[in-house]
């Protein structure tokens, strides 16, 4: 928290009111102001948390609520950071090549505004830029990095926050970071020399604005169209086959991605794909869903009630910038049952590596995220493959060198690291579509799929605990208490370890973060969240299954065992 006195506040608020080269958000900060002269309740608190320091440029870019203040997102926020991110590509090329940036958007409030701006302000620095032709999903803007060799990509996006958020992300690439990082979201240093060039106080009038020169990447349907050249690299992935009856539930949740995955999956030869009507077209108003975000509970009801009147195989829902996806599977009581991230994460990664040694690929890596399940490394440990664990975040596992697979719990998979350095919902869907078309020509439900394997790895059972706190500070007061005084048993299992993550562990880069490992395999990762004041705790059982007639005694042991660690830990962090 920045503590300013409130005339403090009220001058710079003046000065970023005359200076706003928006007058909608000038209009609405001198509101702001009047009802702070007026003495109304809760102004000066409302004042305050848009003037709470600059909006901290991580390494996932920008996201915050769209509104007047430097701590909020608005056309000068964009402005600054655009012009931040344009100095320090153009001193990376240093004269020596015109550099070339591509500018998405998804269809939130603003969100084309913020990427014209972006364009104009690019434009005007130099650089050769490319607009997207319209609202689409963060993965094509990915593919579009690679595809048109970019130096710096910009996606206007708040992924999955609330209607009320936007924000930006942030690629490097082309001759800016050649090799394995060329197209994937920013790591440090570049972070922070991006950070380090942006400039909060720089006077606005003062930064170049073009008024025409970036180019429109050609729409739907035209030559060089990029939707379709992103599309047909897509579908590369399984060409279209005869016989493919897959009855499919998908959902847009009101974001980007329903044309897009209408277009890959029809590529493919799915026929019998049934999209959820309401959630379909891009609102961002997002009127179905409490959170337009398929980890929260209920946003998936639409799409399973579809799914449940249809007999569908398979629901599978994208997030509005359709980076992500989760999956739902009947189960054999007649209901729906939504698949966790690691459950996915393991069937995907499975099946990668059988394609990939099927396509004679002798070196297959595959990797996922600390937080995540070790599912997937047991399982390529008996087989004699590569796996890497990284920390969270697609920037990392996107960097992995000889990349087949990568994904993170948080609904993120990346099963063509060639197309995208990043996390894609559709790929995903299209692949998780092949394997479930495939069970279903075998007579094999996913769940028994998800049982064979249990059976064969043991039961790894896996649970993201929140904690929300009122001020970020709050974090970290939890995370010290934690540290300074972790405790000895969880769950009736001795802790045989505490690593403090900002060490370094594991040869990873040191970050924010506590692993707590148990004499029974339980492993208990506490971090803050990378984007919401919220402490996250990441717990995982494992529970040997003696043969298949013992799974469900094994699922339930591991169930119990894990509420004992929660009960324990919530206890621990004093919640």
């Not at 539930?249 to 999209?275: E, I, K, Q, R």
């Amino acid at each position: 928290m920045h503590h300013h006195s409130i005339e403090e506040l009220i001058a710079r608020a003046t000065d970023w009111a005359a200076a706003d080269p928006d007058p909608a958000t000038a209009a609405e900060l001198r509101e702001v102001l009047a009802a702070v002269q007026r003495g109304e309740a809760g102004a000066a608190e409302d004042l305050a948390s848009r003037f709470n320091g600059p909006l901290e440029f991580g390494t996932a870019g920008l996201r915050a609520a769209i509104a007047a203040g430097e701590s909020r997102m608005n056309i000068a926020v964009v402005r600054r950071t655009a012009a931040g991110l344009a100095r320090f590509v153009s001193g990376r090329a240093a004269g020596e090549w015109t550099p070339r940036v591509v500018i998405g958007h998804d269809a939130r409030y603003r969100s084309h505004d913020f990427a014209v701006d972006s364009a104009r302000v690019f434009q005007a620095a130099g650089f050769e830029t490319l607009l997207m032709p319209t609202a689409l999903p963060t993965p094509v803007l990915s593919w579009a990095m690679r595809a048109l060799d970019a130096d710096a990509g910009v996606m206007v996006t708040a992924s999955h926050n609330p209607k009320e958020d936007n924000g930006y992300k942030v690629y490097v690439g082309g001759r800016i970071e050649p090799g394995a990082g060329r197209g994937a979201q920013i790591v440090p240093p570049v972070d922070t020399e991006i950070s380090e060039a942006i400039r909060w106080d720089e006077d606005l009038s003062q930064i170049p604005l073009a008024d025409s020169g970036w180019s429109v990447l050609p729409a739907w349907g035209t030559e060089g169209d990029v939707e379709r050249g992103y599309v047909d690299a897509v579908v590369g992935l399984s060409p279209a086959q005869p016989g493919r009856d897959l009855r499919l539930v998908t959902t847009a949740m009101h974001g980007v991605g329903g044309h897009t995955l209408a277009a890959v999956l029809a590529g493919a030869g799915y026929t019998d794909v049934h999209a959820v009507p309401e959630q379909e077209q891009p609102d961002p108003d997002f009127p179905t869903v409490a959170f337009p975000n398929p980890e929260e509970k209920g946003a998936m009801d639409l799409s399973l009630a579809l799914a449940q009147s249809i007999s569908a195989d398979l629901v599978v829902a994208n997030d509005p910038d359709a980076d992500r996806c989760s999956a739902a599977i009947p189960t054999p009581e007649g209901g729906w049952r939504q698949l966790s991230g690691d459950e996915v994460g393991v069937l995907l990664g499975e099946y990668m590596l059988d394609r990939a040694v099927a396509a004679g690929n002798p070196a297959p890596v595959l990797a996922n995220s600390i937080v995540s399940s070790r599912q997937l490394s047991a399982l390529c440990a008996a087989r004699g493959v590569e796996h890497h664990q990284t920390l969270t975040g697609f920037k990392w596992i996107a960097r992995i060198p000889g990349l087949i697979f990568g994904y993170e719990e948080a609904l993120g998979y990346d099963v063509a690291p060639e197309l995208t350095k990043d996390k894609d919902g559709i790929s995903a869907t299209l692949l998780l579509a092949e394997l479930a078309q495939l069970l279903k020509q075998r007579g094999v439900s996913i769940q028994a799929a998800l049982d064979a394997a249990a059976v064969r790895d043991g039961v790894y059972l896996t649970r993201q605990v929140s904690i929300r706190v009122q001020e970020l500070s709050e974090r970290d007061v939890l995370l010290g208490r934690l540290k300074s005084t972790a405790p000895t048993v969880l769950g009736g299992s001795a802790v045989v370890s505490v690593d403090d993550m900002n060490d370094g562990i594991d040869g990873l880069p040191p970050t924010e973060g506590l692993r707590l490992m148990l004499a029974d395999n339980t492993r208990v990762i506490v971090r803050p969240s990378g984007t919401e004041p919220k402490l996250k705790s990441y717990l995982e059982v494992v529970e040997p299954v003696a043969a298949g007639d013992d799974l469900e005694r094994a699922r339930a042991t591991a169930a119990a065992r894990l509420d004992a660690v929660n009960a324990d830990l919530s206890a621990a962090l004093g919640v």
